[in-house]
């Protein structure tokens, strides 16, 4: 290897007859940005100091937007180049996993901007926009602390490190990698929490998703149309125009809008009802397309329509933070109401600890991330140095998505917000019952003066504004998002003249949708790749652990996609409403797993570092082990129906013994035995996860104390061969960068080619 000191900065060759393939400059922080960062902080301060004390009628929720995106923008200069030169110390000498076994299908470098849209949109799903949407049931003030000091400190920090430790590991899984670095008891419990973790997080999503598109020929009909326009995409970006990234993307974003607006005339025209599907249908359409997503060739299906969907999360998300930051609304909802000290909230049962940390997962932390940062992510990344942009970055993103859905809630009346989020059994289905329902919520301005009672018309009219019949007791969070974000864009000049509130409810249905399905076909390739790893350990069945061998790509694909369609039937199905079931096992799932994933990191960096730096990592695991077994043990023992699933279930068993023919929301027997079956499951699926974790973390803390006392085993790196091709390191590529592109193309080489080794 040579290298050559320009500026001071270094260039590194591996191969003496060939242009640089990597780039080391000075971390070193200029005066210019000193004094930028220094504007920043303070605009971010003054923000913090405004949502933090204020108490009073008008707090505007422009001040939640500065100071999220100020303490962003620090925290990714600062925070995650301290991880990087402390802990991971990127060497882009060394082929990724992407270039080494470029294979065209499973693995190959792609652009990084191309891998951030995917990246992001897999990770994306509807976490980010249903969690915030509940949690602001207890104020604006506790989401976003959690949203925002969360991602920084906990979130962008395990998705950061999972994915620098599968580069440097073959793109193995999580699973697998806890099995190299824990060893097999600590491994397999890691391998089975993160395999039926997983089909209960893809599962739940699914029935997220179902919600926004039943019965919606226009939903259905924009969201059917981005997987042919993804298809094309692949191949013009593969075939027809390769390496014009820029150009798909005009044509991809044109071609999107055009199927949202023609849904419309879609949903008007004669042949409408061929797109408008009940949940069950539903159910079945998308376990197919998972399965499809899953085995065709990344580049066909799963990367385009990826990048092709954050044009419109990522555009859909700024439009709305600079309608707010020209709208200027005020928050409705107080800083903390009593729901947060009495648990008595109608969108979900719990006080503040630990049940607000469980809602609100993506966003600020999500174990989810951890299986994308381990599944397609280092398969397709080209350069160690692009960890950094991918993995911090895309999570404070996503952090970004979570600040801009709680503020969406929050800026609605509040009468209006407890109206959509309440069950139907509380507000009783028609205007006039919610109106007499949340009249007696006692519910308070910021200043804490009680509000006045409202009149039934005030959600009949509501509802008039949206295009909708009802506005009552649309649960989920993904309506009242909606109606957030339509009350923002209606009002924005510009934005006004592309249509009115309902249009803009609509619109935003659909980027929900959109926002999910994402994760769904990602994450299903994430657990065929989990499957394989995880039978591959068995005897006889090595062929397993190769991603790319067929007949196990569809083997491991099938299984799991039954696992989770099957979760998801169960879900769409249940007399208790999926969603207000489901949702608290996701949190604690997700929050669980990341647990899992932060106790190999802590572990692989103590071998590595030592304790000095471990805290990065030791922090949030503790932290997130702390809730989610509080969380557990609250919903595996806690005798109030609200929150005890073994409570609920027997008081359903109980029902059935008696002869009664209602319980709850369940309106006949077979639906009562619904509910107990359904909550065995459940409930048994709790005392598992919490059991696997626990065996994880025991056996993380057993590798520590052997590394500290100089007898635990080294880490399990791979010595990956030196590389041969070159990328820039972020979004924009640095003046010295883009010196050395140069150079590879005065060489007549392509820097990055595709199966560029073979």
């Known amino acids: ?304 329509r990826d990048y092709l969907s954050t044009f419109m999360k990522v555009g859909t998300i700024v439009m709305l933070a600079l309608a707010i930051l020209v709208v200027r609304p005020d928050l409705q909802m107080p800083a903390v109401t009593h729901f947060a000290h009495d648990g008595t909230g109608p969108a979900f049962a719990g006080s503040l600890f630990p049940f607000l940390f469980i809602t609100i997962a993506c966003g600020a932390i999500s174990g989810f991330h951890a299986l994308i940062a381990s599944g397609t992510t280092p398969k397709l990344i080209e350069k160690p140095s692009q960890a950094r942009m991918i993995g911090y970055g895309g999570m404070l993103t996503e952090s970004f998505v979570a600040i801009m859905a709680l503020v969406a809630a929050c800026i609605i009346d509040q009468h209006v917000y407890f109206a959509m989020n309440a069950p139907p059994g509380l507000t009783g289905g028609t205007p006039e019952s919610a109106a007499a329902y949340t009249n007696g919520l006692n519910l308070v301005s910021g200043s804490g003066a009680p509000l006045p009672d409202v009149d039934p018309s005030l959600y009949s009219q509501a509802a008039a504004d949206v295009g909708e019949k009802s506005i009552v007791s649309r649960t989920g969070g993904a309506p009242t998002l909606a109606f957030g974000m339509s009350e923002v864009m209606h009002r924005t000049p510009l934005l006004n003249l592309l249509g009115d509130k309902a249009f803009w409810y609509h619109f935003a249905i659909l980027f929900e949708a959109l926002f999910i399905l994402t994760t769904i076909d990602a994450g299903t390739r994430v657990a065929r790749f989990m499957f394989s790893d995880a039978i591959g350990n068995v005897r006889g069945l090595g062929a397993f652990k190769d991603p790319s061998w067929r007949p196990g790509a569809w083997i491991s694909t099938s299984v799991m996609v039954l696992a989770w369609g099957s979760i998801l039937y169960m879900g769409v199905t249940d007399p208790l409403g999926g969603i207000n079931m489901l949702f608290p096992l996701f949190g604690i799932a997700n929050q669980l797993l990341a647990a899992i994933a932060l106790s190999v990191v802590f572990a692989v960096t103590v071998k590595r570092v030592g304790l000095r730096w471990a805290w990065i990592p030791g922090l949030p695991m503790a932290f997130v082990l702390i809730v989610t077994m509080t969380a557990s043990w609250q919903k595996i023992f806690s005798s109030n129906p609200k929150i005890g699933y073994w409570t609920i279930h027997n008081q359903a068993r109980d029902a059935l013994a008696a002869g009664k023919q209602t319980f709850q929301t369940a309106k006949t027997p077979a639906e009562i035995e619904a509910v107990v079956r359904n909550t065995a499951v459940q409930g048994t699926l709790s005392i598992v996860y919490a059991v696997l974790v626990l065996i994880v973390f025991v056996s993380a803390m057993v590798v520590v104390t052997r590394a500290m006392r100089g007898v635990g085993n080294p880490v399990t790196e791979h010595e990956a061969p030196p590389s041969r091709i070159f990328a820039p390191s972020g979004f924009i590529a640095t003046p010295l960068e883009k010196q050395v592109l140069r150079e590879w193309k005065e060489a007549g080489l392509d820097p990055a080619p595709v199966d560029g080794h073979h």
């Open 1 to 304: 290897m040579s290298t050559e000191v320009v500026d001071g900065a270094t260039t590194l060759r591996t191969d003496p007859n060939r242009p640089p393939v990597a780039v080391i400059e000075s971390p070193a922080i200029s005066g210019k940005e000193k004094a930028v960062f220094a504007v920043i902080a303070v605009i971010a301060a003054i923000g913090f100091g405004v949502v933090g004390l204020s108490r009073g009628e008008h707090v505007n929720s422009m001040w939640i937007v500065l100071a999220a995106v100020g303490t962003y923008l620090i925290a990714y200069r600062f925070y995650a180049r301290l991880i990087e030169l402390k802990i991971h110390k990127p060497d882009d000498t060394r082929m990724t996993p992407a270039e080494e076994f470029d294979n065209g299908k499973d693995f190959m470098p792609t652009d990084r901007r191309v891998l951030y849209g995917h990246h992001f949109a897999a990770i994306s799903g509807a976490g980010p926009l249903v969690g915030p949407v509940l949690a602001s049931q207890m104020g604006y003030l506790p989401g976003t602390l959690w949203i925002v000091f969360g991602v920084v400190l906990a979130g962008a920090v395990q998705d950061f490190m999972v994915l620098n430790l599968s580069i440097r590991r073959r793109g193995r899984t999580l699973g697998q990698m806890a099995r190299d670095e824990l060893g097999p008891i600590g491994g397999w419990a890691a391998i089975l929490g993160v395999l039926t973790i997983m089909v209960i997080l893809i599962a739940v999503l699914g029935v997220v998703m179902i919600g926004a598109l039943a019965e919606s020929a226009w939903a259905v009909w924009a969201v059917a149309m981005t997987i042919p326009i993804a298809v094309f995409m692949g191949f013009y970006l593969r075939y027809l125009r390769p390496g014009r990234v820029s150009e798909v993307s005009l044509i991809g974003v044109a071609l999107l809008l055009a199927a949202i607006v023609s849904g419309r005339y879609v949903s008007q025209s004669d042949w409408a009802h061929y797109f408008v599907l009940d949940k069950p249908t539903l159910a079945i359409c998308l376990a197919v397309y998972g399965f499809v997503a899953a085995v065709l060739p990344v580049w066909m299906l799963l990367a385009p």
